[in-house]
């Protein structure tokens, strides 16, 4: 018998709640604003009704380091061209480095050719100093683009914290997406420095990229120089690059250096993310140095309750935004934990034992790799030491509420399961947890402070216990700055703001429940309508995932003129299954029980693999528009899939459908 959604898995005790990070900062307002607040919710409500004293009080809660004193808090009360504390300069690698007296490790890093290594944060900061040098010497400065084709390494941490002390701007992309993949993104915004490796390893193969490397040059005129590290071989030839120099000598010293750090508006570029590209060209999203370091400052020490000392692990690519996320638990004093490999190699339990190796406090993960260790029966608990371990997190999508269960029963029945929903638009969650909230099945627990999160209908209305649109109706810190090459605004306008006019919608559904946690529901132009009753794939995934003999599933819903429409669902089978009559009538079966018999799919088809983006999502929206005859040329940027050749069946399959 499956869990229920909304069942209580897990309540924090009183000792939880007072040593909490969230609690100390409750305890501040009160003594120096005499601002009172009975628990998280009414934290939250204040938090977003007096937007500005809430973020002035971020501010001085941190003491954030100005090099000019803000004026005003923001600009404006619209979301659209609010500036936040536009007199401010700050510098966000200088925030870093006020942590370089820990004695705590700075970076634990491996991979699957790297031993465990501790870094402390003095070599963290003499490497970061003496690249800072080497950019400089190159001609690096404020405004300049940097970019990175390199792993989750601590090479790739450096070089990020070196390029933001500079005022430079940081855009990077894993080495396995494909070339025209990186082309597209790095093209966009004509970078000066390239830092980049010869290769990398993933499930035990070595995957060398110097023609890549080449091939990418070739299409960036605008690069003079490139920081080179031998990542997969020690004596890789990178003469081809432009003015090559090797990662020792750029970090070479002969006595410790002191960092220098150039001050930036508040609201000036930190990096360059992208949307994932499926459309068209992937949308260059630009953070600000001083948006980014308020909302994870917050977000990190509130509401993953980490600080100095604390082990931070988030499984993660340097093309996924959660790698910028998890740099940004530095600003706290964490230790970041970085693994760059495939989560199954050399076995399915790499990652529980990374987490028993590095006495792991929290574990982030993503909700596919939680649901496929339980589809593996795997048993953290009983093979592991995880007595440290007291957050597993989990984003890129929903997580069912089978998934909360297994957390509970096989890897830690106290763990503090935080299920957090927000994106690359914001480089953060604006769902998330918090310590000193319950854990219910299938339900996030909070919005976070600061985040006016709503669900509105059609009309604008805002919902409570029903599905809407998820939305933000107040300004946020780590909004988009603009688009890279959108003087206009208008690509940036479009992509939030005319659903609702001047209202940030995210494009996600959602359900704010009665007792103010949350429950995503998938993208909002995914969902299937039978018989107008609207669902989220999400459910649909939920309830085919109780068949075991299946490893994955999509559906679409495709309109027919009648006003009628078809839903095909597409399954992956585990290694040695098929698609039997007999589990086609168990598929029906279990989403006519959890779902709703309209719900049922018209069509079953079991296919090799689902086209996923490279950071692993799901494509639904072009497969429906190849399968209702669009051309896929035109409908998907095939450089964005990690499996393109994916495609083929969709595309051969649309004419007979």
Not at 135 to 148: E, T, W, Y
Not at 445 to 454: R, S, Y
Not at 490 to 509: A, E, K, N, Q, V
Not at 530 to 551: K, M, P, Q
């Amino acid at each position: 018998m499956s869990v229920q959604e909304g069942t209580l898995l897990f309540k924090p005790d009183n000792v939880q709640m007072e040593q909490s990070n969230i609690t100390s900062y409750r305890t501040w307002l009160q003594e120096h604003k005499q601002i009172h607040t009975q628990d998280y919710h009414t934290l939250w409500k204040w938090s977003v009704e007096d937007l500005n004293t809430f973020w002035e009080s971020i501010w001085e809660y941190f003491k954030i380091q100005s090099h000019d004193p803000y004026q005003s808090v923001r600009s404006g009360n619209q979301i659209i061209g609010t500036k936040w504390f536009p007199e401010a300069t700050i510098n966000y690698t200088e925030h870093v480095f006020r942590n370089k007296a820990l004695n705590s490790p700075a970076i634990i890093h491996t991979s699957e050719t790297r031993k465990l290594q501790e870094i402390s944060w003095e070599k963290l900061y003499q490497d970061t100093a003496a690249l800072q040098k080497t950019l400089q010497k190159q001609g690096i400065q404020k405004g300049d683009r940097v970019v990175c084709y390199a792993p989750n390494i601590y090479e790739t941490v450096v070089a990020f914290l070196a390029t933001a002390s500079l005022g430079a701007i940081w855009s990077s992309a894993s080495p396995d997406f494909g070339t025209k993949s990186v082309m597209e993104r790095f093209q966009q915004i004509e970078p000066k420095a390239m830092i980049t490796v010869d290769g990398y390893s993933y499930n035990g193969k070595k995957f060398n990229r110097l023609d890549v490397v080449k091939e990418l040059q070739t299409a960036l005129p605008s690069l003079k120089a490139t920081i080179t590290i031998p990542y997969l071989n020690n004596e890789a030839d990178f003469s081809a690059c432009v003015h090559p120099i090797s990662w020792n000598d750029a970090t070479a010293r002969q006595e410790k250096l002191e960092m220098t750090y150039t001050p930036v508006a508040f609201n000036d570029p930190l990096w360059v993310l992208y949307s994932s590209g499926t459309t068209g060209k992937p949308k260059p999203i630009v953070h600000s140095q001083g948006g980014i370091l308020l909302e994870h400052v917050k977000a990190i020490h509130l509401h993953m309750d980490l600080s100095a000392g604390s082990r931070f692990f988030w499984f993660t690519t340097t093309g996924w935004m959660m790698w910028n996320f998890l740099v940004g638990g530095l600003l706290t004093g964490a230790s970041i934990i970085l693994y760059d490999g495939s989560p199954v190699y050399p076995d399915k339990q790499i990652l529980w034992r990374l987490a028993e190796q590095t006495k792991m406090n929290v574990f982030g993960t993503s909700a596919s790799f939680i649901t496929a260790c339980m589809n593996e029966h795997l048993k953290p608990k009983s093979n592991f030491d995880l007595s440290h371990l007291k957050n597993i997190s989990s984003t890129g999508s929903p997580l069912s509420p089978e998934g909360f269960e297994w957390c509970y029963t096989h890897v830690k029945d106290n763990i503090w399961l935080s299920s957090v929903s927000g994106g690359t638009d914001v480089c953060t969650a604006f769902l998330l947890g918090t310590p000193t909230l319950p854990v219910y099945a299938g339900e996030i627990q909070c919005a976070g402070l600061g985040a006016k999160v709503e669900s509105f209908d059609r009309d604008g209305n805002a919902l409570i216990n029903e599905i809407g649109e998820l939305v933000l109706t107040a300004p946020f810190p780590s909004m988009p700055i603009y688009f890279w090459n959108d003087e206009s605004g208008l690509r940036m306008y479009h992509s939030y703001f005319d659903t609702f006019p001047g209202i940030w919608c995210h494009g996600d559904y959602i359900k704010l429940t009665a007792r103010n946690t949350a429950i995503i529901y998938g993208r909002s132009d995914a969902t299937i309508n039978r018989g107008g009753i609207r669902i989220g794939t999400s459910e649909i995934y939920r309830a085919v995932d109780h068949v075991e003999e299946i490893d994955d599933s999509l559906m679409v819903d495709l309109p027919k003129g009648n006003g009628d429409s078809i839903t095909p669902l597409f399954v992956v089978m585990k290694d040695g299954e098929e698609l039997t009559e007999h589990l086609k009538q168990e598929i029906k079966q279990q989403l006519r029980t959890h779902c709703s018999p309209r719900h049922v799919p018209t069509h079953i088809y079991e296919i090799k693999e689902l086209p996923k983006t490279l950071n692993g999502k799901k494509v639904e929206i072009p497969v429906k528009k190849i399968l209702m005859g669009q051309d896929a040329a035109t409908v998907i940027n095939k450089g964005s899939l990690i499996n393109p050749g994916s495609l083929d069946y969709f595309i051969d399959l649309a004419e007979k459908i």
